[in-house]
């Protein structure tokens, strides 16, 4: 998996850190069962120290455990206590589902809730529906609470919480044999993505500007914050692992590494306009993924291919009469883009859902005894600002693990092998 | 699963919006940006290898100024030397000559002493000569009968008397 890759300079102790912190990642979402991740190059990640983890899995699995414990155990108690203070609310607190509501995409930008009023910024809903565009606000469904042009947003979490669906006209019942509209809306997550593309637009262009004007001359202000990331993407990232033609993948890298890291620490700010989970959107991942994989596998050279189709220097009986080799290196092609994917998506997916699980707590015990949440929520915001802080130097590591494998896939792509046989593998 | 199944409208609007900004900084930003970086390492480099350079031409020149310097004081020690040469041989030829003047200066003293000597020698054999006659005129009372004869005897007598 990394043959390509030529180390430089003292990046080893990013690496250790991101193993640990993948390794944790992995385990906690294994427990969590919220998914569960096997990448393929789990291995070459795994086989570092894991002895300062064990305390960081300790305590988030105890975390996590008593959180679902909580959660289910008060319920019936608090179901009781609910309906009989508001008669009409009766959803008790559900860590797991808050989380989750919080984590994945929405139609509208919600603010803050003060009783039964909700502050939220409605978004434009953009429906394909048997050919026809559809347009509205999602104001019109009151919060999930009404259905507006035979539409509604789905309530039920079995069948897909938060999706548009259609209804059974006149009701708010959904329409199990209509056909599921192609939802383009604005959503939370794009109006995420529109805010991280102004930032990086506003910032490079300035720049960019500043080193026109400052041509030749030491960096200035904005200019020499971030050229040190500029040349960390250059110096360490393409040229290392793409060679002498690094140059033409410049832009894409670039691009990739600042929109990466922008919208990983837009994230993390916690209030309008940050705060969508951009990154950690599985289809955001995605397409970054889709990206690199689309242009490896264009430039693509005569040898890239023939390595995977032909691998040299192994034993015939692994290539003929069962293409043995050759399918696990086609695989690999695929894999490759998808653990980008995953590894971008489950790293902030999974420091969202920590920060979140810590203000949880407070809830939590608050719903069992108001003194006690009182009690927790010192140490809860303490845990909280601690994970916030370590997301901060995960928002860089991630852009930087999304890019310097993006610049190895392009650097394996376009290698030239003048001496075939020293590659086997 | 709501969190891993991605949708297609937010799929649509990421690769748009990526794609948008993939084309705008790739086309406006990230060149001049790169195309500075390289100008201006390029321009370090440059001067890192002009102050290289000229720190070698100084050591050059030093070492050249030191190479003059070293002629110049071996040019003024010869000089010097030949000056004291000079100096040496004028002294000595000076002292040549005016031992020479002084030895004729003796010489001639030394001989116009003895000349005079001389003189005074003979006016003084001559003084004696004549007041011998005349003493021995006074003495014998009369006239030597041969005058002449008798001042030759005392002439040679007094030429026997060997003055110092």
Redesign the interface.
Known sequence: MFRGYRRKRGLAPFFRFFHIFKDGVDKWLNFANIASFNSIDKQSLQHRNQNGMRTFLIITAFLLGSLRVFATGTEPADHHQATHETGSHSEAFNAGHMIIDHIVDSHDWHIASFGHTHVTIPLPVILIDEGKLITFSSSHFHHGEAAYKGYKIETDRKAGKGKIVKVIPGTMDTDPHAAKPIDLSITKTVIGIFVTLIVLLIVFFQVAASYKRNAGHAPKGLQSLLEPLILFVRDDIAEPSIGKHYKKFMPFLLTLFFFIFFSNLIGLFPFFPGGANVTGNIAVTLVLAVFTFVITTFIGNRSYWLHIFNPPGVPWWLKFPLPLLPLIELAGVFIKPFVLMVRLFANITAGHIIVLGFVSLIFIFANMNPALGYGVSPVSILFSVFISLLELLVAFIQAYVFTMLSALYFGMATEEHEHAHEHAH | ???????????????L??G???F???K???????R??H??EQ?IELALHEADKARKEMEELKFSNEQLLREAKEERDGMLRDARKVRENIIESARIKANEEANRIIESATERIHFEKMAAMTELKNQIANLSIEIAEKVLGQELSNPEKDKAIVQKSIGDITLN
Do not use: H, N, Y
């Not at chain 2, 699963?1 to 690769?15: D, H």
């Not at chain 2, 406006?28 to 790169?34: A, E, K, L, S």
């Open positions: 699963m709501e969190l891993v199944s991605p949708g297609i409208g937010l799929i649509f609007w990421m690769t919006a990526f948008i900004l993939l705008i900084l790739g406006f930003v990230w060149p001049p940006i790169m500075a970086l100008d201006r321009a």
